[in-house]
């Protein structure tokens, strides 16, 4: 084995081993999710040297160089002194929008609307560069494959999904079968495949290239309201329902590999961390729950909010979980050991119905029915800004890859850009 070069992985840190074996090409992944703004460059580079064979002593000060360019970005990336500020409104549907995401590189941005519409936007400029027309009603849920970004999956409440170019526009397959509204889809980590779940309480999984239907999923008895890949291999899948339980699925079988239970009322979200060993789910009941992937068992309950849990998010190293809520705050866990709560954010006067960390973890972006987003310190729980503007309930926002933009959406039938 021969090593070829490094590659930088960001969010979560770590460095990508890409070499030579047999002539072939192939890569390897190693995780360095404890790294931050004061680990010791020096001591990690031996780490790795002692424990990896792709690791020799010509590459020693090239690793180190990589390594501190990592250290560089988290602390680039820190939460003191970075204001945003409003760089373009997106303003050409005619309908309030439904969900909004940025492409890998930030450069692109898709926003879905009650106009039946999906449309693709350059970031930078802020032109509309496509608009997927098709669907029959609501387009609820966007996205696009990860890394590649070269396809777009939407999901609509015409109980259809379907699969776009988003350099041509064209439609490349319409994913059938459900019998209800398709209110979550999601592309597997390696774009192969894609899920769609519906409130005809089944969850399918396709053949993205063909579009055809691989399995449906059944088991839950209400609406399934959300569901994601595990975040590498993309063999597993997790739904979250109405009917209070989230379900655990293989996609290479049709059948459930495990029932999370314990909620008392309607799952809102659920979420895998990073390496997939931890579930989290959010619930009307007023708490979150974290769980063990592979015992597939409760690890901790937390009762904090006062009101419906209405969303949940890990950051990048899976280290915390945030939750928001309708009693108008967000808080933050640590999931390590003991679930502690870290922090409290307090000072939207409506719901928050949204939430997620910047890619670093040092901030936190809510979106509430009160028409604004904040930004928050995760470590303090002070915000750290207020991004206003909006003449309507924000239910939708994310930051970039890179952790330079946000996009929000709001029922004012716009989405801005803050830079």
């Known amino acids: 084995m021969k090593l070829l070069k490094f590659h930088l992985r960001y969010h979560p840190p770590g460095l990508i081993l890409e070499y030579l074996q047999k002539g072939v090409v192939k890569s390897k992944d190693i995780d360095l999710l404890d790294l931050n703004a004061n680990s010791d460059i020096k001591e990690i580079a031996k780490r790795l040297y002692m424990k990896e064979v792709l690791i020799t002593e010509d590459v020693r000060e090239q690793l180190e160089q990589c390594l501190d360019i990592l250290k560089k970005r988290i602390e680039h990336e820190g939460p003191a002194g970075k204001r945003f500020y409003i760089y373009k409104t997106l303003q050409t549907h005619v309908l309030p929008l439904t969900n909004v995401a940025f492409d890998k590189n930030g450069s692109r941005c898709l926003s879905g609307s009650y106009d039946r519409t999906c449309k693709l936007w350059n970031v930078e400029t802020g032109k509309e560069l496509k608009s997927f027309t098709g669907h029959q009603n609501v387009v609820y849920c966007v996205g696009f494959n990860f890394p590649t970004c070269n396809r777009v999956l ?51 999984l396709y053949d993205v290239r063909t579009g055809n239907e691989i399995h449906t999923y059944t088991g839950h008895t209400a609406e399934v309201i959300a569901l994601q890949f595990d975040p590498n291999e993309g063999q597993r899948m997790i739904t979250g329902s109405f009917d209070g339980t989230i379900s655990m699925w293989d996609t290479r079988t049709k059948d459930r590999v495990a029932v999370l239970q314990g909620h008392d ?42 009101d419906e849990v209405l969303d949940i998010c890990f950051d990048w190293a899976g280290k915390r979980m945030a939750t ?67 003449q309507g309930e ?26």
């Open 154 to 204: 939407t999901g609509s409440f015409d109980k259809s999904a379907k699969i776009w170019d988003p350099e041509t526009g064209e439609c490349l397959a319409t994913l059938w079968g459900h019998r209800g509204e398709v209110v979550a889809a999601q592309f597997s980590a390696k774009g192969d495949l894609a899920a769609t779940s519906s409130m005809d309480h089944t969850a399918k």
């Open 265 to 306: 009322g309607e799952i809102s979200n659920v979420q895998f961390n990073w390496d997939s060993s931890l579930v989290g789910s959010s619930s009307l009941d007023g708490s979150a729950k974290l769980w063990d992937a592979r015992k597939t068992s409760c690890l901790a309950t937390v009762a904090g909010h006062t």
């Open 324 to 390: 928001s809520s309708s009693d108008c705050s967000a808080r933050v866990y640590d999931v390590r050991s003991d679930f502690k709560e870290l922090a409290v954010m307090r000072g939207h006067r409506e719901e928050v119905s949204k939430v997620c960390f910047s890619p670093a973890g040092g901030c936190l972006l809510t979106a509430s029915a009160d028409r604004s987003a904040r930004i928050w310190n995760t470590t303090t729980g002070n915000c750290i800004q207020v991004l206003s503007g909006h």
């Open 394 to 419: 924000i239910f939708s926002c994310a930051f970039s890859y890179a952790g330079d933009a946000i996009i929000t959406a709001s029922k004012d039938n716009t989405c801005r850009i803050w830079r």
